[in-house]
T-cell receptor
């Protein structure tokens, strides 16, 4: 089953504008992560927020987490053309037995930043 | 340099043949994962392994098999039972928390 679902699926903005992407998930989680993927490449980790955190910053990135609504948002401020990529949220939950950490991804938001 | 290596980058096979995708990591990570990505889609979990000699089915394990005989290696076999094997396959490993990804193998089956 798909855990995260990003919204919007595609976003096109002008350089310098802010970009906001949202993610919703279905079950309880240990943490939520955001990743970036350039076309045809692997994913790169951007930021992790734990289930007991509400907001986290890293450079131009700001992530919020609302566990009551099972949702998260990623804000990229002052966007640059180099931010053009797909962005995915991923949720981690730990199975009660064996300690297995299952990490599942949403369908992603394709961001285009126009110079 | 530590990282994850997937090989080959492109792989072509005829329908009905099994094919094995390689994934090697030198990050000393215990956990490893295989995902499948279809065009314009997200990642779907195929198999994951928390430790050597143990692995768990993900959400779309049918038609795939894995082994974890060594910590560094987690090969994925796409069998002839997989109905739509053409896809981009991504391997990842995990230490404490974030996943580290390889650059993927694009498999085309005709």
């Amino acid at each position: 089953s798909q855990q995260g679902e990003e919204d919007p699926q595609a976003l096109s903005i002008q350089e310098g504008e802010n970009a906001t992407m949202n993610c919703s998930y279905k079950t309880s989680i240990n943490n939520l992560q955001w990743y970036r993927q350039n076309s045809g490449r692997g994913l790169v980790h951007l930021i992790l927020i734990r289930s007991n955190e509400r907001e986290k910053h890293s450079g131009r990135l700001r992530v919020t987490l609302d566990t009551s609504k099972k949702s998260s948002s990623l804000l990229i401020t002052a966007s640059r053309a180099a931010d053009t990529a797909s962005y995915f949220c991923a949720t981690t939950w730990v199975r009660h037995s064996g300690g297995y950490q299952k990490v599942t991804f949403g369908i992603g938001t394709k961001l285009q930043v126009i110079p | 340099d530590g990282g994850i290596t997937q090989s080959p980058k492109y792989l072509f096979r005829k329908e009905g043949q099994n094919v094995t995708l390689s994934c090697e990591q030198n990050l000393n990570h215990d956990a490893m994962y295989w995902y499948r990505q279809d065009p314009g889609q997200g990642l779907r979990l195929i198999y994951y392994s928390q430790i050597v000699n143990d692995f768990q089915k993900g959400d779309i394990a049918e038609g795939y098999s894995v082994s974890r005989e060594k910590k560094e290696s987690f090969p994925l076999t796409v069998t002839s039972a997989q109905k739509n094997p053409t896809a981009f396959y991504l391997c990842a490993s995990r230490g404490n928390s974030p996943l580290h990804f390889g650059n993927g193998t694009r498999l085309t089956v005709t």
